[in-house]
């Protein structure tokens, strides 16, 4: 058990670039969880996939922002013309079915500048 | 929706001393897990407790542990003999169980954290 891994870890783009988050989470979870957290305040939920589907997301999941989880495996979050209001960490978690604890990884801090 | 909320944005305590931090929430489930997170400067949330709402008795874990009151929607966390590894901030947080069968199961939402600082 290699726990819920993130990369990059720290990104710092300009303004109307994108950026690309990659989450692999531990290996046998089924479902798999992208949240956001601005400093000073608890994480905020965006989307979440069980296996490749994607099953719900969150208002806060604007048109620029996309995520994908090909084959079940691993999982990408892309923000696309990236404002300054998109920085924030960005955190993905796992867990397998029964016992619902959920498992975190350690963040991608986005900077738009 | 489900809310969670904590009351105490900062929290300090002695070293080897006890201190407990709030948690309250609202939900319409019956069914439900409440769970204590820690996140310190690393950053990383770590797990600390958990409890099942359909559990009478409240979780231990070591120095841990948790006075959860179903009826008031209460769910606070006790922290015995401080240690300044402990210093972080704590969130509470809710998901929904399997038999919710709305939108929050699986999902956490998180209350605003409540930072600890533990003095030597």
């Known amino acids: 058990d290699t726990g819920v891994s993130q990369n990059p870890r720290h990104k710092i783009t300009k303004r109307g670039q994108n950026v690309t988050f990659r989450c692999d989470p531990i290996?046998?979870?089924?479902?798999l969880y992208w949240y956001r957290q601005t400093l000073g305040q608890g994480p905020e939920f965006l989307t979440y996939?069980?296996?490749?589907?994607?099953?719900?997301k969150s208002r806060l999941l604007s048109d620029r922002f996309s995520a994908e989880r090909p084959k079940g495996s691993f999982s990408t979050l892309e923000i696309q013309r990236t404002e300054q209001g998109d920085s924030a960490m960005y955190l993905c978690a796992s867990r397998s079915g029964p016992g619902n604890t959920i498992y975190f990884g350690e963040g991608s801090w986005l900077t738009v500048v | 929706a489900q809310t969670v909320t904590q009351s105490q944005p900062e929290m300090s305590v002695q070293e080897a001393e006890t201190v407990t931090l709030s948690c309250t929430y609202d939900t319409s489930e019956s069914d439900y897990y409440l769970f204590w997170y820690k996140q310190p400067p690393s950053r990383q949330m770590i797990l600390v407790i958990r409890?099942?709402?359909?559990?009478?008795q409240n979780a231990t874990e070591n120095r841990f542990s948790v006075n959860f009151q179903k009826a008031a929607k209460s769910f606070s966390l006790k922290i015995s003999d401080s240690q300044l590894g402990d210093a972080a901030m704590y969130f509470c947080?809710?998901?929904?169980?399997?038999?919710?069968?709305?939108?929050?199961?699986?999902?956490?939402?998180f209350g605003q954290g409540t930072i600890l600082t533990v003095h030597p």
């Open positions: 409890q099942e709402a359909y559990k009478q």
């Open positions: 290996s046998e979870h089924n479902r």
């Open positions: 947080a809710y998901s929904g169980g399997s038999n919710a069968g709305g939108t929050s199961y699986g999902k956490l939402t």
């Open positions: 996939f069980q296996n490749e589907a994607q099953l719900e």
